[in-house]
Antibody, heavy 118, light 110 residues
Framework: QVQLVESGGGVVQPGRSLRLSCAASGFTFSSYGIHWVRQAPGKGLEWVAVIWYDGSNKYYADSVKGRFTISRDTSKNTLYLQMNSLRAEDTAIYYC???????????WGQGTLVTVSS | QSVLTQPPSASGTPGQRVPLSCSGS????????VNWYQQLPGTAPKLLIYNNNQRPSGVPDRFSGSKSGTSASLAISGLQSEDEADYYC???????????FGTGTKVTVL
């Protein structure tokens, strides 16, 4: 069955970098767009970024534009989120989810927690 | 600040019908399809309704969605205890060039 597994979360100091990974299985990874969505503790869902099925287009939320980079490695069926210049407000559970640019996001991972704190 | 507005809470007794609303604008709901997600406590979100009113396989038919103009609605008919969760609407926004989520509604079963 379809499975998305995030990893790479942890505690990081403000201003530092972190790279998240999302390993996909059970579907043709190269045929689907993939999104990152985050959820701060006790808060709602916030969309972060999307990459097209072929990597040709990427879109970002204004809150992360210029700091985060989404990418994918089809040979490894893996999605990445490079997060630079991290801020306290980036503290959240980060989910990857498969879906077209405009949704729907039909399969979700279990999430990985990123805590930005000194 | 989310561009899709939902009431923060809703409630009902078992068996009741509970309507949830989602208000947007011409750049999101007004020009793109709406999806709804259910998030049970401590779990990842799950797709509940797509393309305004379509249910993925396995979603009970007591969940129904609709869209009119720049607003969308989700209705839960025959409310059950396992429906206690947070519900989010979402749509692509042509002005922001991004996918936007609603503020979320917490449904409580009394």
């Amino acid at each position: 069955q379809v499975q998305l597994v995030e990893s790479g979360g942890g505690v990081v100091q403000p201003g530092r970098s972190l790279r998240l990974s999302c390993a996909a299985s059970g579907f043709t990874f190269s045929s689907y767009g993939i999104h990152w969505v985050r959820q701060a503790p006790g808060k709602g869902l916030e969309w972060v970024a999307v990459i097209w099925y072929d990597g040709s287009n990427k879109y970002y939320a204004d809150s992360v534009k210029g700091r985060f980079t989404i990418s994918r490695d089809t040979s490894k069926n893996t999605l990445y989120l490079q997060m630079n210049s991290l801020r306290a407000e980036d503290t959240a559970i980060y989910y990857c989810a498969s879906g077209g640019t405009g949704g729907p996001l039909d399969n979700w991972g279990q999430g990985t927690l990123v805590t930005v704190s000194s | 600040q989310s561009v899709l507005t939902q009431p923060p809470s809703a409630s009902g007794t078992p068996g009741q019908r509970v309507p949830l609303s989602c208000s947007g604008s011409s750049s999101n709901i007004g020009s793109n399809t709406v999806n709804w997600y259910q998030q049970l406590p401590g779990t990842a979100p799950k797709l509940l309704i797509y393309n305004n009113n379509q249910r993925p396989s396995g979603v009970p038919d007591r969940f129904s969605g609709s869209k009119s103009g720049t607003s969308a609605s989700l209705a839960i008919s025959g409310l059950q205890s396992e429906d206690e969760a947070d519900y989010y609407c979402a749509a692509w926004d042509d002005s922001l060039n991004g996918y936007v989520f609603g503020t979320g509604t917490k449904v409580t079963v009394l």
